[in-house]
């Protein structure tokens, strides 16, 4: 475990790393610890972005919803990431409705809805 230094990937600055990755793993684990503004911002990003897909993947990515709605619902968070998408809402096969948005102070929503509705008819 030795400590050694690489550039950050916006502003060229050498930074102190542990466990020299090499190439692209050197650049990120050097802009993941740079202080410069774009590295913060990066950071800050690359945090929501983790975050959000880990939150798809806790409400949906178990049980009944198999890979298939979790896949869709995984690129349509990219997509709301990434601004392309406002709001979606989809419709599972057993009636579970997921909404993924983007909230005015730029947090994402990540929701999952279950309704339950009984009838007996005699």
Do not use: W
């Not at 990434?82 to 709001?87: L, S």
């Amino acid at each position: 475990m030795g400590i050694s230094t690489a550039p950050c990937k916006f502003c060229g600055q050498l930074v102190k790393i542990q466990d020299m990755p090499t190439g692209e793993g050197a650049a990120e684990a050097a802009t993941m610890a740079c202080e410069c503004q774009e590295a913060v911002s990066y950071r800050r990003e690359k945090k929501r972005r983790e975050r959000t897909l880990d939150n798809v993947r806790a409400l949906f990515g178990k049980g009944e919803d198999s890979d298939g709605a979790v896949q869709i619902l995984l690129a349509a968070a990219e997509g709301v990431l990434d601004g392309e998408i406002t709001k979606i809402a989809l419709t599972l096969y057993d009636g579970t409705k997921a909404s993924i948005s983007q909230t005015s102070k730029g947090d994402i929503n990540v929701e999952r809805t279950e309704t339950v509705k009984r009838r007996l008819t005699g």
